[in-house]
């Protein structure tokens, strides 16, 4: 059993590139997340998808788009690449659907990237 | 805005103590508090989950309680070992039902 696999691992992009992670999860969840963390900080909140074909911003949604390409796949894109985009990125899965308060998140091991 | 805070932000015990862990958020108005735990490098793992209705809830050696009313939770750990050094996270759900992190104690059991 998988759970939630990322790619990739570990990432370097120069200042203006662009790149795609990768998220896909087998427990059959409902809704997606995309997260950030920073050094000293909570994760933060990128994206979320509640169910398949919806899409929400989170708190921290400048710089990133995300595809929700199937109940497996969510995908968050750096369509230019900063170097405040330099962070580990976690994706996360729930069998939640949207309002309940119930279930937890099952997270990936994480991207880390570095933005030069 | 909910504010998530954990204290101390690391914390190095020698083994078979037993440790709690603090958490305290800013608004009371909370669905459910989590504890997680993340080991170097590795996704974070899900350990207990108190609803906003419930006071403490067990796993193995691992006791978590909330006060919602002042905005705290503990995380006990008894008799603890080494395999238990690893950052431990707490978050709260908020009304928006997304969860707001905290920065985490680097928790270091020494043998």
């Known amino acids: 059993n998988a759970g939630v696999t990322q790619t990739p691992k570990f990432q370097v992009l120069k200042t203006g590139q662009s790149m795609t992670l990768q998220c896909a999860q087998d427990?059959?969840?409902?809704?997606m997340y995309w997260y950030r963390q920073d050094p000293g900080m909570g994760l933060r909140l990128i994206y979320y998808s509640a169910s398949e074909g919806t899409t929400d911003k989170g708190e921290v949604p400048n710089g990133y788009n995300v595809s929700r390409l199937n109940k497996r796949e969510f995908s968050l894109r750096l369509e230019s690449a900063a170097p405040s985009q330099t962070s580990v990125y976690f994706c996360a899965s729930s069998e939640a659907l949207a309002g309940r308060s119930t279930d937890t998140q099952y997270f990936g091991p994480g991207t880390r990237l570095t933005v030069l | 805005k909910q504010e998530v805070t954990q204290i101390p932000a690391a914390l190095s015990v020698p083994e078979g103590e037993n440790l709690v862990l603090n958490c305290s958020f800013t608004d009371s108005a909370i669905y459910n508090l989590q504890w997680f735990r993340q080991d170097p490098g590795k996704g974070l793992t899900s350990l207990l989950l108190i609803q906003s209705s419930q006071r403490e809830q067990t796993s193995g050696r691992l006791n978590a309680s909330l006060d919602k009313s002042s905005g705290r939770s503990t995380l006990y750990i008894a008799a603890s070992q080494p395999g238990d050094s690893a950052t431990y996270l707490c978050?709260?759900?908020?009304?928006?039902?997304?969860?707001?992190w905290g920065a985490g104690t680097k928790l270091i059991i020494k043998p």
């Open positions: 427990m059959n969840h409902n809704s």
């Open positions: 978050a709260v759900m908020d009304s928006n039902y997304q969860l707001i």
